[in-house]
C-alpha cells in the first residue's frame, strides 16, 4: 500500500512544477483584466467626454448663449485668449475664465438633456 502512496507523490511533484512555472504569470492576470475592465469603462469614456468639451471651448463664438461651471447663464460678448466677457443680463457683463464654461444653452435658454443611448442589457 505504500508504493500508492509514493507513487502519487511522483506525479504530484511533476504538476507543482509544471504549476509554479505558471503560478507567477497567473497571479498577474487579475490584475491585468481589471485595469483592463477600468480602461473601457472608466478612462477611455472620461477621455473621449474631455476632448468634446476641449472642442466646443474652442468653437466658442461671440453671440453663443452658454452656463458657466457656477451656474450664470448668458451670452458670449467677447472672447480674448481666456477671457471670456459674458452677458447675463442687459449693459451688465462679467468675465469669465473659459474654463469655467460648463455648456451651450438651447433657444429657449435652457441646458440640452444629454441623450442616454445605452440600453440595460439585463
Known sequence: MSGVA???DGVAGVGAG????LGGMAQFLPLVLIFVVFYFLLIRPQQKQAKQHQAF???LKKGSKVVTKGGLHGVIAGIADNIISLEIA???IVKVSRDGIAGSLTKDGTVPAKSETKSAGG
Open 90 to 92: 442687459k449693459d451688465v
Open 57 to 59: 471651448l474652442n468653437d
Open 18 to 21: 509544471l504549476a509554479g512555472s
Open 6 to 8: 509514493f507513487a502519487a
